[in-house]
């Protein structure tokens, strides 16, 4: 399963919104892909396609689909949004990620 902080929700709702979609019936698809300086980095995008094999979380009332091999780097993480000094955008809090790069964007097992 996947968490979303209450601020990425808020964030979420806003940002599908300002992109045309509905929070209330589409998703937030998120996913891992090989890349970045630690080997893979996080994907999100919204949709309203469920695929074939895709899992689908519901959590602080927001949607989450996953690829099939997705899941498996992803179980147990939290969604989260940061607006920092930094940058803001979304944070995934991975308790499965070993090692993680210094913007956070890419990890490794």
């Given at each position: 399963?996947?968490?979303v902080s209450e601020i990425?929700?808020?964030?979420?709702?806003?940002l599908?919104t300002d992109?045309g979609f509905?929070?209330?019936?589409?998703?937030?698809?998120v996913?891992v892909k090989?890349?970045?300086?630690s080997?893979?980095s996080?994907?999100?995008?919204?949709?309203?396609e469920q695929?074939?094999?895709d899992?689908?979380?519901e959590?602080?009332?927001?949607k989450?689909?996953?690829?099939k091999?997705s899941?498996?780097?992803?179980?147990?993480?939290?969604l989260?949004?940061?607006g920092g000094?930094?940058?803001?955008?979304?944070?995934?809090?991975?308790?499965n990620?070993n090692?993680?790069c210094?913007?956070?964007?890419s990890?490794?097992?």
């Amino acid at each position: 399963m996947i968490k979303v902080s209450e601020i990425a929700k808020k964030k979420v709702v806003e940002l599908m919104t300002d992109e045309g979609f509905n929070a209330i019936t589409d998703f937030v698809r998120v996913g891992v892909k090989s890349g970045g300086c630690s080997g893979l980095s996080y994907d999100l995008k919204f949709d309203n396609e469920q695929k074939e094999g895709d899992k689908v979380f519901e959590d602080n009332d927001v949607k989450i689909i996953v690829d099939k091999k997705s899941f498996l780097y992803l179980i147990g993480t939290t969604l989260e949004y940061s607006g920092g000094l930094n940058g803001a955008g979304f944070v995934f809090n991975n308790p499965n990620a070993n090692r993680t790069c210094g913007c956070g964007e890419s990890f490794s097992l």
